[in-house]
T-cell receptor, first 111, second 115 residues
């Protein structure tokens, strides 16, 4: 069973700090990796995708991928209370193949 | 109006009843999906459809069936509901293979409770 693992949290950081969310995956054939954000009572929304080893930055968000170690991380700089949500990690072998989701990490940013 | 609409949003039913969850979309996407979300388990794929004539089982299809009535409509049925099907159900669409862009557009969810 190919899996995506995340710490369920909760992860609590003070406002303005860097939040670091981690994810490991078991399928060495995975080619595509994604981070979704899900606010309480809402549906998930895609915030980052990464396909190559290294870092990918988008505003306050940085996704990091290390295929050799099979982990993906999401850094949120200058965390805001509005970043409080559950963050879902997902992977895929690519193309029309299914995405596999982790259980999510709940992040709380305290003012 | 939401691009992906699910009905009902909340439903309480009894064991053994037949339940249908409906999904309609205005995004014009061919690909539609049904996911189930349980606390601590993330999103699990139940069924997916790449067009009206294409239906595929996901990882947890047992106890569920689907119907793709049109490009814009994809329904999920529980023929005989059981308590462990109590969960939050999401319909989603995508423009391309999810392994390409990873972008799924989710409906607001249907919370089902089976007593």
């Amino acid at each position: 069973q190919k899996e995506v693992e995340q710490n369920s949290g909760p992860l609590s950081v003070p406002e303005g700090a860097i939040a670091s969310l981690n994810c490991t995956y078991s399928d060495r054939g995975s080619q595509s990796f994604f981070w979704y954000r899900q606010y309480s009572g809402k549906s998930p929304e895609l915030i980052m995708s990464i396909y190559s080893n290294g870092d990918k930055e988008d505003g306050r968000f940085t996704a990091q991928l290390n295929k050799a170690s099979q982990y993906v991380s999401l850094l949120i700089r200058d965390s805001q209370p509005s970043d409080s949500a559950t963050y879902l990690c997902a992977d895929s072998p690519g193309g029309d193949n299914d995405m596999r989701f982790g259980a999510g990490t709940r992040l709380t940013v305290k003012p | 109006d939401a691009d992906v609409t699910q009905t009902p949003r909340n439903r309480i039913t009894k064991t053994g009843k037949r339940i249908m969850l409906e999904c309609s979309q205005t995004k014009g996407h061919d690909r539609m999906y049904w996911y189930r979300q349980d606390p601590g388990l993330g999103l699990q794929l139940i069924y997916y459809s790449f067009d009206v004539k294409d239906i595929n089982k996901g990882e947890i299809s047992d106890g569920y069936s689907v119907s793709r009535q049109a490009q814009a409509k994809f329904s999920l049925s529980l023929e005989s509901a059981i308590p462990n099907q109590t969960a939050l159900y999401f319909c989603a669409t995508s423009e391309t293979g999810t392994g390409v862009t990873g972008e799924l557009f989710f409906g607001e969810g249907s919370r089902l409770t089976v007593l």
